[in-house]
């Protein structure tokens, strides 16, 4: 078997920036909770991650690429 694995800079930076916690204060709902949001991503052929931050990567082992992201939309927005 392959090891796959996910790269996820992008969500990593923009969870670091003073600016992402403008915009995820932005999409909370009325009530004040963030919506939380899932979005699937057309990458494949990598073979490394590079995870910055405090953000957390799931990595399985499997035949096929897929990546995914989860968190306040509009954070995966600006993805």
Do not use: H, W
Not at 30 to 49: E, H, N
Request: proline share 4%.
């Amino acid at each position: 078997m392959r090891l796959i694995t996910v790269f996820l800079t992008g969500m990593v930076l923009a969870g670091c920036s003073s600016s992402a916690a403008t915009l995820a204060q932005d999409s909370a709902s009325p009530s004040g909770a963030v919506q939380s949001a899932s979005r699937d991503f057309a990458l494949g052929g990598f073979d490394k991650v590079e995870l910055y931050g405090p953000d957390n990567a799931e990595i399985r082992i499997g035949d096929q690429f897929s990546v995914r992201a989860e968190g306040p939309a509009a954070l995966l927005d600006i993805l």
